[in-house]
């Protein structure tokens, strides 16, 4: 996976680039409405650009070519409707005409971009039971977080409720966890010597 390989590295390098340009911008004392842009579009291609890349997965399956192929689509999707709202705004900064709307259309692909890299990340080496039962929980409680997460974002939190909020943290946290324990899953199965899925 060089291409998965290199828009990573891309990704990084941009992100570091963006993180260096506002450094000099808060150094210089120089921070107007096109830093601002500028920042905020480096951070942009580099976020998306790493989830595009985490969510590429090597073609084993039909689903793995699916999910590389909506990983990346969603990705560019996402990059060109924040670019809009950084740079097609001409009066107030990222605020125009119908901005509303568009920008729950950004922050939803921005969360489905983020949920498909961690969905993949989740995915891989599946070998061993525990490891597959483990990311198979934890793929049904990171799906759960991002619809909670579309419904308060179109919602815009509007007669949730505290039960909503309470139910998207119980779930959130657990996605976390199962993340967590999905990362040392393989190495306890591997020391343990048992192979239990072929």
């Given at each position: 996976?060089?291409?998965?390989?290199?828009?990573?590295?891309?990704?990084?390098?941009?992100?570091?680039?963006?993180?260096?340009?506002?450094?000099?911008?808060?150094?210089?004392?120089?921070?107007?409405?096109?830093?601002?842009?500028?920042?905020?579009?480096?951070?942009?291609?580099?976020?998306?650009?790493?989830?595009?890349?985490?969510?590429?997965?090597?073609?084993?399956?039909?689903?793995?070519?699916?999910?590389?192929?909506?990983?990346?689509?969603?990705?560019?999707?996402?990059?060109?409707?924040?670019?809009?709202l950084i740079w097609g705004s001409s009066n107030d900064l990222?605020?125009?005409?119908?901005?509303?709307?568009?920008?729950?259309?950004?922050?939803?692909?921005?969360?489905?971009?983020?949920?498909?890299?961690?969905?993949?990340?989740?995915?891989?080496?599946?070998?061993?039971?525990?490891?597959?039962?483990?990311?198979?929980?934890?793929?049904?409680?990171?799906?759960?977080?991002?619809?909670?997460?579309?419904?308060?974002?179109?919602?815009?939190?509007?007669?949730?409720?505290?039960?909503?909020?309470?139910?998207?943290?119980?779930?959130?946290?657990?996605?976390?966890?199962?993340?967590?324990?999905?990362?040392?899953?393989?190495?306890?199965?591997?020391?343990?010597?048992?192979?239990?899925?072929?």
């Amino acid at each position: 996976m060089e291409l998965k390989k290199g828009l990573l590295w891309a990704s990084v390098g941009i992100i570091a680039f963006s993180g260096l340009m506002t450094a000099l911008f808060f150094l210089m004392g120089n921070f107007g409405e096109t830093q601002i842009r500028l920042i905020a579009s480096t951070f942009v291609l580099g976020g998306f650009g790493m989830t595009a890349s985490l969510a590429m997965r090597e073609s084993k399956t039909p689903g793995d070519a699916m999910q590389s192929g909506v990983g990346a689509v969603v990705a560019v999707i996402g990059t060109l409707v924040f670019m809009h709202l950084i740079w097609g705004s001409s009066n107030d900064l990222f605020m125009g005409r119908d901005s509303e709307s568009e920008w729950k259309l950004a922050f939803t692909v921005a969360t489905l971009s983020f949920t498909l890299a961690w969905i993949a990340q989740v995915r891989t080496d599946l070998s061993h039971a525990a490891v597959l039962w483990c990311s198979v929980v934890t793929i049904a409680f990171v799906a759960a977080s991002e619809l909670m997460l579309l419904v308060l974002i179109w919602s815009e939190g509007r007669d949730l409720g505290e039960f909503f909020y309470r139910l998207l943290a119980f779930v959130t946290v657990l996605a976390v966890t199962g993340s967590a324990i999905r990362l040392v899953l393989p190495k306890l199965a591997k020391d343990s010597g048992v192979k239990i899925v072929p």
